[in-house]
């Protein structure tokens, strides 16, 4: 059975100028788990990479790939890829590490079995939620 989208989210990539990666708005990618990424709570660290490419834009959010990654683990989330919808931008003090560091607005999607995605769903709302404090 193919994968079906179960959900789409307006979030940003973190970390950019530390990869200084080219891009352009528009640019697709890939999300995978990144379980060695030392700087992860609970190995849960997602890394952001062009396809075909070991160009690595960032990595997402953590309050985002908290709740994402196990899913991808254990493979109620398929896949996971995302398309750059912005300009990089300084994140406000404090988001990532102390200063603020860089972003780039992105536009992620989720995919997976059809029969998971109320679950899935419920978890990217608890995700959204987290992220943006509401």
């Known amino acids: ?20 990666s080219n891009y352009t708005i528009g ?17 849960n660290a997602i890394i952001v990479k062009k396809p075909d490419e070991d160009a690595v834009l960032g990595h997402v959010p953590d309050a985002l790939s908290q709740i994402i990654c196990p ?6 989330i398929e896949r996971m890829t995302g398309e750059i919808t912005g300009e990089e931008r300084k994140a406000p003090e404090g988001t990532w590490v ?7 607005p ?14 899935v769903r419920g978890k990217l709302r ?3 939620r987290s992220l943006y404090g509401i």
């Open 1 to 20: 059975m193919a994968s079906a989208l179960l959900g789409k989210l307006k979030s940003r990539v973190k970390g950019h100028r530390v990869f200084q």
């Open 27 to 43: 640019d697709n990618f890939v999300c995978s788990p990144e379980p060695d990424n030392r700087h992860s709570k609970g190995k």
């Open 71 to 76: 899913m991808l683990k254990d493979g109620t």
């Open 98 to 104: 102390l200063g603020g560091g860089i972003e780039l």
């Open 106 to 119: 992105c536009s992620y999607f989720i995919y997976g079995n059809r029969k998971k995605k109320a679950d």
């Open 126 to 128: 608890k995700a959204e």
